[in-house]
């Protein structure tokens, strides 16, 4: 009996697995032809709002700087645009917020992340962003986020709002973000030379754990599926001081290179509860629950914290523009002070391409 319900399993993930393969092999077509078809009717980005752009490097993850640097250009033009780009990341928690995807435990998985986007000259914007990644040995299309936002450019500050939602395939819940709903705030000082900036971030959502066991029942081995409910809700507060640099003629006489190191202390809140749903009654402490959102999650050692200061971070963007083309990579280091995995440094990395029109 035990090896019939693991041929069943095994089945079932190949058929799933299946199925992903078509699905994305027709989204990364679609995807990468959109990313390097280049229309000679292609923006023309002045130099103004590319020394702007820079600006903007520490406070939207979810797109790469040419989306801002053209969301200036078009709110002084009067005029909207789209933008698309090609990114591969280990920001899984989040697609905005970094004070989110310090917290996940296993840094060491990338993902390819195709994306598309929509901004009004009004400062109204719409994006979608989806996540590839191998696994059990083969890549997956796990999840997707969908994000309306609205980004204000002042003379004096600079601030915006946005919401995601995710929409994740259900058997592979456990290697998706844990999260379903989030929001997310930022403002910024324009005029400093070092420039402040504020961020706020709350998110809630929830996620099924499943392990399986092998227990001895009446001295026949048993395979136990023991599914949990995971239930968690973050709030991050960031305040961070950042200073851009910019070298034109880089590479090309039409090229801007621009490097904006930034320093950010993270606090923050979570709660979050865990509740075993196993077919045969297995005896499960509280310890046993944190274990399993442990596994994905720093989290506190009780299931409901107080605000603290979490994390100080150093993260460094590096973007390269000519004309409506820009390559970016990023990295962030981040120090978890309470952190109860193995390791209390979070390393998040992006490096992506982007085209706009």
Do not use: C
């Not at 009996?1 to 992903?20: S, T, V």
């Not at 929509?118 to 109204?124: E, L, Q, V």
């Not at 400093?192 to 399986?212: E, R, T």
């Amino acid at each position: 009996m035990l090896e019939n319900i693991e041929a069943m399993i095994e089945y079932k993930r190949k058929m799933r697995l299946g199925m992903n393969r078509k699905i994305i092999t027709s989204l990364l077509v679609i995807f990468l032809s959109i990313s390097f078809y280049h229309p000679s009717e292609a923006q023309v980005i002045s130099d103004d709002s590319l020394f702007a752009a820079q600006d903007f490097s520490a406070l939207r993850n979810d797109t790469l700087l040419a989306e801002l640097r053209l969301l200036l250009d078009s709110m002084g033009q009067q005029g909207s645009f789209f933008s698309v780009t090609t990114s591969v990341s280990n920001r899984l928690f989040s697609a905005k917020n970094n004070a989110f995807n310090s917290q996940q435990t296993n840094s060491g998985v990338t993902a390819f992340m195709p994306s598309i986007a929509y901004f009004h000259k009004s400062g109204f914007g719409l994006s979608g962003t989806g996540y590839v990644r191998a696994i059990d040995g083969s890549p997956a299309f796990y999840q997707m986020a969908l994000s309306p936002s609205y980004d204000k450019i002042g003379k004096k500050i600079i601030y915006g709002i946005s919401y995601s939602y995710y929409i994740k395939q259900q058997d592979l819940a456990s290697s998706a973000t844990p999260y379903n709903h989030e929001w997310y705030a930022y403002v910024q000082a324009k005029k400093l030379w070092l420039k402040p900036a504020l961020a706020v971030g709350w998110a809630s959502g929830k996620y099924q754990d499943v392990s399986s066991t092998i227990v001895t029942r009446f001295g026949a081995p048993r395979l136990v599926v023991d599914t949990s409910d995971v239930r968690l809700k973050d709030l991050s507060l960031s305040a961070s001081l950042s200073h851009s640099f910019s070298f034109t003629k880089v590479f090309s006489k039409k090229g801007l290179l621009a490097i904006v190191p930034q320093l950010s202390l993270i606090g923050g809140i979570q709660n979050y509860s865990a509740t075993s749903k196993s077919l045969i009654r297995l005896d499960h402490s509280r310890e046993d629950e944190l274990r399993r959102v442990r596994k994905r999650y720093k989290v506190s050692s009780s299931s409901s914290s107080t605000m603290s200061l979490q994390t100080a971070a150093l993260s460094t963007n590096v973007s390269w523009y000519k004309g409506a083309f820009s390559i970016s990579t990023g990295y962030f280091l981040g120090y978890y002070f309470n952190s109860s995995a193995s390791s209390q440094f979070s390393h998040i990395f992006n490096v992506g391409l982007g085209f706009t029109f």
